[in-house]
């Protein structure tokens, strides 16, 4: 698919050397071009209306209807958002450090796009090539997003904002230690730090890291909400303590990159998790060959239910601009769910169907690790900063710790002993689950009765 | 207090840690301090060691406007206090009036009174759950709460035409008869609360979370609590089991069985307990009493003109923050000589200091929500 | 104290007219030997029908005025609740003594009442509340304007705000006080509003010009 | 050609940087400087192709040290030092590394002149795929022919954490107290 255009373009454009160079370059690095550009540009967008389905999600659990006002059923509420945001008064505070102040949202959105470019979307979908560091490279340049969330606090000279700049330093120190050493179990179970390499174990191995390493992976999703400085976690963000945090001076367009900087760090975390326990762009039940054919088409079929689901709730629109909306809306499912389909019965362009699939599962995924974080950010209370620190310390760092020599010595017992694999998996999580347990009575034991959280993680998870 | 003490020691701890004490000022524009509470807090990183209230925001001076208008002219006045438990407050006023013109209220109009006021301690209630869930970090309770303070509020709104600041009660009795279908009204509600009182604990009662914001956050002893005036849920929350619907009947309380709920440790988490079974048991009045109310008179022998003779009286009742006390002093004319309210509000947000110091910024937020203060009341 | 000389004193302070006739329940006059004669003017001025200030002579009363003697003026009951009126300058000893022995243990209120035509222009009224036995007392002592009660603080410290708030209201100012400034006022409020001579369209107009940029000051 | 741009870029940023660091006067100014730098010297590393250094250098010292740093800085009061600084010995010290500095400049210079090649113009380097992945390189030489070193010094850390765990503990005791 690449050649043919780019060839004729070269035909075109090789007069000069310069343009042969220019031709050669852009020969080389298209794909990634393109896709970073895609990514620049739909960030905002996504993360736009992954806030609009939080509030429909969190208006639907709240017995009320979330935005309704813009568009129908709230469609366009992003752009309004959006155009607000960019024509509000952009204030800096007196005695705030002026330079800083404008850039510290700057570092936290160029982080957090950066460290989009190693994640793969999809078997085709991605920016980097396959560099030997991928998941540590996602996880080092996200984690800078926290030095706009520092210095903006800092610069913004207010009590409030310093005050959650320090907390999101000591939960970011605590956390990132966490969520790598959860991470570590998964890349043992890979034996690789690319990205693809870690989808294609999971392959070859016929499972998700998911069930390899469960525990692995909670405490990366206690983590990874923490790092996201999503609730139950949003201490630096606590609106009823610290007002809005590190945010509490910003306005206009400076908060909007903050705000999109936190949901494409959520985007990041969800896409980390997804790739390294998730399967990445595997469908379920990947390596089951008779099911090539049915969960092929799956995807094409999901997108067109959802179109004639919209057909359904038109008729019972009270506006007429709604129904056409949804009409509308209906049609752009049918033509995504054409575009799946197309492959099926072209010949020539079968060699797409991997990639397009493999974007939807993946994609999908990442749109349910996401619904969780919002799904808890609706259910739980916060925790008060020492309980998050005790958390983080005494729970989530030695479970983390305990459970590497878990997966190890569960891959050595599957590997070099030959057990069942599942057996050595079960064993060993019995293991870290047992001494997670006696750390929590240990913790119980000694917390002061002031400062104790009675805090089981994985109670508080449950629901 | 024995706060000198304390202050002696977050010194020497600052010493320590050189001089890093930093002063934080909460409000009067802050999410959580309820409206217009200003809380200056001495912070020793993010532990309070001493904190200032600034209150007088919201000073409308009810007290000096009190002593301008007729007695039934005040009365309005009142609602504008405790303005989420507006129906408590004309109670308290007009029993205190009542009291002050030694007439009888007949026992049709004291049946209403309290079911209506009861339905407004639930109200008062859930608005306090709400927002005090929403401060520990909770979203979602906030809305169901006030979906079921919605059906209170149109109970109100069909039995007087006014939603919050109702005006329910005349002195000397009602002004309206309860509406048809009232008693159905107040039983749905009544039947359908007990499901949705269910909701909030399965949110909350349980969450490992909560607890752990709650529970040892902002205790307070039962000696404290009567050294400091603090009354209501809160005295009850430390223990003393103490209520003035019991232990001096007003309305028509002394018809009707109800438990008093007490807490043992007087934490925010024995007070979150109590308030939910207080709920619990102003539903329990309020069933008891669309049983069977009384057929009669709805106003007792009060004239146009009121015109009390000179003399003082001071009539308090349980409102749902605590007692809500009127001293009125009558001159003989047909204004209030003075009408010195004691709002709970008020007194109890002086208990703020002994609960918090030692406690954590995030604690803050759980004490003022649990104090269920409202400003309108604290500053009149 | 000189237990003997106070209940004559109390007899003759006692009669319940000169209460029910002027717009004050308590005694137009404060110090306690002179409390007949300045009783008397007041008396002839228009004569309500019924008394319902009663004076009271019961246990308690007695208990107190074995205690306190003359400082008790008056024990009397309003509508079935009854008050003590009292010389301020026992003000703090009364209150102790009405937690400690009497089981008052709640500052249930503490207010103040203006009357500028008395001497002792201002009635501090403090109601108590009894857990054990579910009784209510109140306290009544007149202060001029001048004098400087002891504060009751370090008996409830519940009274703290609240003599903040007579300060704020009154200009009642408390010795002992740990920190009486004005509470429901701006602390430069000019004026005290709840005294009678403080009309209710009355301003700190200078304060609210300086302070809230409003140029009419209202 | 793209290398070299990249290299100069990376390079001058880092030593503009540095050169910020040390002239600012505002603390939390030079962290950031700081972290300018040591983004620029991990630039450096990844166009060497040592894609591990890189991304240890951003976790380790940008996401870690350096946010502790800050984090520090916040917390202790910046006005105070400026005016504290009456170092005298301070100027003379710094001249000396100055000319030090400038001695061994002048003869890098010389001696890249000597050198074959462009001089200080970096010749291209190996292209990526032709080198061997280096983090698995580098972990097989750590964990086989530099175990014992890496065993000593993960001892070492252990020590000095043990030691900075022991050190919070007993002041939070003492301050308690």
């Known amino acids: 698919m690449s050649h043919p255009v780019t060839q004729a373009l070269g035909c075109v454009l090789s007069i000069s050397p310069t343009m042969q160079a220019v031709v050669a370059f852009l020969k080389t690095w298209w794909v990634e071009l393109v896709c970073g550009v895609v990514i620049v540009a739909a960030v905002p967008l996504v993360a736009g209306y992954v806030v609009l389905v939080e509030r429909k999600l ?237 969960m092929g088409v799956l995807p094409a079929l999901l997108i067109a239910a959802l179109g004639v689901y919209c057909i359904y709730r038109a008729g019972k629109q009270p506006v007429k601009v709604q129904l056409g909306f949804m009409w509308v809306v209906a049609l752009c499912c049918f033509g995504v769910a054409v575009i799946y389909l197309v492959p099926w019965l072209v010949a020539p362009l079968r060699f797409a169907i991997p990639g397009l699939n493999g974007a939807f599962w993946f994609l999908f995924k990442v749109a349910v690790y996401i619904y969780v974080f919002m799904w808890l950010r609706f259910t739980l209370p916060r925790y008060r900063f020492d309980q998050l620190m005790h958390l983080g310390w005494y729970i989530l760092i030695p479970l983390a710790i305990v459970n590497i020599f878990s997966v190890g010595i569960a891959m050595f017992l599957s590997l070099e002993l030959g057990w069942n694999r599942w057996l050595a998996v079960m064993l060993t999580t019995a293991f870290t689950l047992a001494v997670s347990l006696l750390l929590v009575r240990l913790h119980d034991k000694h917390a002061s009765a002031a400062s104790s959280t009675s805090a089981v993680p994985s109670d508080s998870y449950a629901g | 207090m024995a706060d000198s003490i304390q202050n002696d020691a977050s010194q020497q701890n600052n010493t320590l840690l050189g001089a890093d004490e930093l002063v934080l000022n909460m409000g009067p524009q802050h999410p959580s301090t309820h409206g217009v509470l200003r809380v200056k807090l001495k912070l020793d990183g993010e532990r309070v060691r001493g904190t200032e209230c600034v209150i007088g925001y919201l000073h409308r001076g009810v007290e000096k406007i009190a002593e301008n208008r007729t007695y039934q002219q005040f009365a309005p006045y009142v609602d504008r206090m405790d303005y989420v438990a507006a129906v408590s407050n004309g109670l308290g006023y007009c029993e205190a009036v009542e009291k002050l013109l030694q007439v009888e209220v007949p026992i049709r109009a004291r049946v209403i009174r309290t079911i209506l006021t009861e339905l407004q301690r639930i109200a008062s209630h859930l608005v306090w759950l709400g927002t005090h869930a929403l401060d520990i970090g909770a979203l979602t309770p906030l809305f169901y709460c006030f979906r079921e303070r919605e059906e209170i509020l149109k109970i109100f709104e069909k039995y007087c035409g006014a939603r919050l600041t109702t005006h329910a009660f005349r002195i000397g009795g009602l002004q309206y008869e309860s509406y048809d279908g009232f008693e159905k009204d107040v039983e749905r509600f009544c039947k359908d609360f007990e499901r949705r009182i269910q909701d909030y604990v399965d949110l909350l009662t349980g969450n490992s979370i909560w607890i752990g914001r709650t529970r040892n956050v902002g205790v307070l002893s039962a000696e404290d609590c009567i050294a400091l005036g603090a009354t209501g849920p809160i005295l009850r929350a430390s223990g003393v089991k103490w209520d003035l619907r019991k232990a001096q009947p007003y309305a028509a309380y002394d018809r009707y069985e109800f438990e008093i709920p007490i807490g043992t440790n007087g934490d925010t988490y024995d007070r979150y307990m109590v308030r939910m079974e207080e709920m619990r048991q102003s539903r329990r009045i309020c069933l008891q009493a669309i049983e069977n109310i009384p057929e009669g008179a709805i106003f007792g022998k009060v004239g146009k003109v009121i015109k009390p003779a000179p003399g003082e009286v001071y009539h308090s009742i349980e409102a749902p923050k605590g007692i809500l006390g009127y001293y009125i002093v009558s001159d003989g004319t047909t204004q209030p000589y003075r009408v010195r309210i004691r709002p709970p509000s008020f007194v109890n947000l002086q208990a703020l200091d002994k609960m918090i110091r030692g406690h954590l910024v995030a604690d803050v937020v759980a004490v003022i929500g649990t104090l269920d203060i409202v400003l309108g009341e604290v500053d009149r | 104290m000189a237990d003997e000389s106070k209940p004559s004193q109390e007899s003759e302070s006692t009669p319940p007219e000169p209460k029910a006739t002027s717009p004050t329940p308590p005694p137009k006059s404060a110090p306690a030997p002179a409390a007949p004669a300045a009783a008397k003017p007041a008396a002839p001025a228009p004569k309500a029908p019924p008394a319902l200030q009663i004076p009271v002579d019961n246990e308690w009363v007695q208990r107190y005025r074995a205690r306190f003697g003359s400082a008790i003026l008056e024990a009397l009951e309003d509508r079935k609740q009854p008050y003590l009126v009292i010389d301020v300058s026992q003000l703090s000893e009364i209150a102790r003594y009405s937690r400690d022995e009497e089981k008052f243990d709640l500052l249930e209120d503490y207010t103040a009442v203006d009357w500028p035509r008395r001497e002792k222009r201002f009635d501090l009224v403090a109601i108590l509340y009894s857990f054990p036995n579910n009784t209510r007392l109140r306290l009544k002592a007149a202060v001029a304007a001048n004098e400087r009660p002891k504060s009751l603080v370090d008996i409830w410290p519940t009274a703290d705000w609240l003599e903040r708030e007579i300060f704020d209201m009154f200009g009642v100012e408390f010795t002992g006080h740990p920190g009486l400034k004005r509470i429901l006022l701006p602390d430069g409020w000019n004026g005290h509003p709840l005294r009678k001579d403080y009309d209710i369209l009355q301003q700190d107009t200078a304060w609210v010009r300086e302070n809230l940029g409003i140029e009419s000051g209202q | 050609m793209l290398d070299s741009i990249f290299f100069y870029f990376f390079a001058g940023v880092a030593v503009l940087s540095a050169g910020l660091m040390v002239t600012r006067r505002n603390a939390l100014h030079s962290a950031v400087c700081l972290v300018a730098t040591l983004l620029a010297i991990a630039g450096i590393f990844l166009q060497l192709r040592a894609e591990f250094l890189f991304i240890t250098q951003i976790i380790l010292y940008v996401g870690g040290i350096m946010v502790l740093f800050i984090f520090v800085i916040m917390l202790v009061r910046l006005d105070a030092p400026i005016h504290q600084i009456r170092f005298r010995l301070q100027r003379f010290v710094a001249v000396l590394v100055i000319l030090a500095l400038a001695f061994e400049g002048v003869v890098i210079l010389l001696l890249a002149r000597k050198l074959p090649g462009e001089g200080l113009l970096i010749q291209g380097s190996a292209p990526a795929d032709k080198l061997p992945p280096n983090s698995e390189a580098l972990a097989k030489s750590l964990f086989s022919d530099y175990l014992l070193p890496f065993e000593i010094a993960s001892v070492l850390l252990l020590v000095a954490m043990v030691g900075a765990v022991v050190m919070a503990k007993s002041r939070k005791r003492t301050s308690e107290s």
């Open chain 1, 58 to 294: 969190m208006a639907d659990m709240q017995a009320r209807l979330g935005p309704m006002r813009v568009g129908p059923h709230g469609l366009l509420q992003p752009i309004a958002d959006a155009v607000k945001l960019l024509i509000k008064e952009d204030i800096i505070p007196r005695d705030a450090d002026a330079f800083i102040f404008w850039f510290a949202p700057v570092i936290s959105m160029v982080a957090a796009l950066t460290s989009m470019g190693a994640i793969y979307f999809g078997p085709a979908f991605r920016v980097a090539q396959d560099i030997n560091i991928g998941i540590l490279f996602v996880i080092g340049v996200s984690s800078l997003g926290f030095l706009g969330i520092i210095l903006g606090g800092w610069a913004s000279n207010s009590h409030y904002s310093i005050m959650g700049a320090l907390r999101s330093t000591a939960q970011l120190v605590s956390y990132e230690t966490a969520g790598g050493l959860a991470i570590i179990s998964a890349l043992l179970l890979s034996g690789s730090l690319k990205i693809r390499a870690i989808v294609d174990a999971q392959s070859d191995q016929h499972v998700w890291f998911l069930f390899l390493a469960p525990v692995a992976f909670f405490t990366y999703l206690v983590a990874s909400i923490a790092e996201t400085n999503r609730a139950p976690f949003d201490l630096p963000e606590a609106e009823s303590e610290l007002v809005a945090g590190y945010m509490t001076e910003y306005s206009g367009f400076r908060w909007a990159l903050y705000f999109l900087g936190e949901y494409a760090n959520m985007i990041v975390v969800a896409s980390v998790a997804t790739t390294l326990f998730l399967g990445g762009w595997l469908r379920p039940f990947s390596n089951v060959r008779w099911l090539d054919i049915p």
